[in-house]
């Protein structure tokens, strides 16, 4: 095959040719400008300081959880929303290890930062959601589609909390949970009754099948707000 240049004898190059090179270099800048951004972006969502504070707070494993999760959110920056749902509820489900707060924290309730849930290597229903929640937001779903959901775990006889998300405001909502790995429609978990949910925009009381009743403003949870007040001074803002 001949590989030899072309060259054009014309007496002069038609105008859209001596403009293409200048267009094809606009073009190749903006490109890697805009890959730049992306990937700054995205680092900014788990700051690369958390790495290395989670080496010195906790260990090695720890450190590699958190850049983990670095590299996940950054794998799905460009992904649908469907396997974003997808790739952070298989993180999070596969990384983080389910210990009560009374048992991890010394505490009957505590909402951990997913630094923590990840550093510490523990968390229980609550720091599965809000680490899924947090990592969805960054990942570019609208809060009016996700909820941090109350629901008694029928079969379990206990308090559970799931992520709901919900495709469009009328639709009957999947249901991210760490008991099953499975993304299902509510209308799918009869195992689950709805109490509750919220979201960084409001609080309803929750309907699974259908919308909830709007109730207030969410800040009026103590630990929804330490929670954020933590989260801040991580620079992970909720």
């Not at 794998?75 to 009374?102: C, H, I, P």
């Not at 259908?210 to 909720?238: A, F, H, S």
Request: hydrophobic share 40%.
């Amino acid at each position: 095959m001949d590989f030899s240049i072309i060259v054009f004898c014309s007496r002069r190059q038609p105008d859209y040719l001596r403009w293409l090179p200048w267009v094809l270099l606009v073009s190749l800048c903006w490109h890697f400008s805009g890959q730049e951004r992306l990937y700054a972006d995205t680092e900014g969502w788990v700051p690369e300081s958390l790495t290395q504070k989670a080496q010195q707070q906790y260990d090695a494993p720890a450190a590699a959880r958190i850049d983990a999760w670095r590299q996940v959110l950054h794998g799905l920056a460009d992904a649908t929303e469907a396997d974003k749902l997808k790739g952070v509820n298989d993180f999070f489900n596969r990384k983080l290890r389910f210990v009560s707060d009374e048992k991890h924290w010394g505490m009957d309730d505590y909402w951990a930062t997913p630094y923590e849930a990840l550093g510490s290597d523990g968390g229980d229903c609550e720091d599965y959601v809000i680490a899924k929640y947090y990592s969805l937001r960054k990942l570019g779903v609208d809060t009016s589609k996700l909820r941090i959901t109350y629901v008694k775990a029928i079969r379990l006889n206990q308090a559970h909390m799931v992520l709901t998300y919900f495709p469009t405001p009328d639709a009957v909502p999947l249901v991210l949970d760490n008991l099953i790995g499975i993304i299902a429609p509510a209308s799918e978990r009869g195992d689950l009754s709805p109490v509750y949910s919220f979201n960084g925009d409001g609080m309803w009381l929750e309907r699974m099948k259908g919308e909830g009743i709007r109730m207030g403003n969410p800040n009026k949870l103590d630990l929804w707000t330490d929670l954020r007040v933590r989260m801040n001074q991580l620079g992970m803002d909720l």
